[in-house]
Nanobody, 124 residues
Framework: VQLQASGGGLAQSGGSLTLSCAVS????????IGWFRQWPDREREEVTC?????????YIAESVRGRFTTSKNDDEKTIHLLMNSLEREDTAKYYC?????????????????WGQGTLVTVSS
């Protein structure tokens, strides 16, 4: 499976950005896909994971809950991360990734695979 992230960039505090991830090579649609972010001096944080657009099959980290939402389009084989009310602490490199299960993502297990990452910078 190949993952291609896009949509990062510069935003002001309180602003919004949308990240997208294009998936290729997947033979089924029920994979667990989402985003993690990484800083140079901090541990990786799983931001969101999704199996489908039913909220029962999504995970959103507490640090972004209420500000970030995620959706999946199986026809287009893409996922999106809408980031609202951005804070400076959201500045990080965001990676689209696949996990073995929703629980694995929630636990912060190492993803099975990930893309090249896209940088998000939030200025005050």
């Amino acid at each position: 499976v190949q993952l291609q992230a896009s949509g990062g960039g510069l935003a002001q505090s309180g602003g919004s950005l949308t990240l997208s991830c294009a998936v290729s090579g997947a033979t089924q649609d029920d994979y667990v896909i989402g985003w993690f972010r990484q800083w140079p001096d901090r541990e990786r944080e799983e931001v969101t994971c999704i199996i489908n657009n039913d909220d029962r099959y999504k995970y959103i980290a507490e640090s972004v809950r209420g500000r970030f939402t995620t959706s999946k389009n199986d026809d287009e084989k893409t996922i999106h991360l809408l980031m609202n009310s951005l804070e400076r602490e959201d500045t990080a490199k965001y990676y689209c990734a696949i996990w073995s299960s929703l629980l694995s993502c929630r636990r912060g297990d190492r993803p099975l695979s990930w893309g090249q990452g896209t940088l998000v910078t939030v200025s005050s």
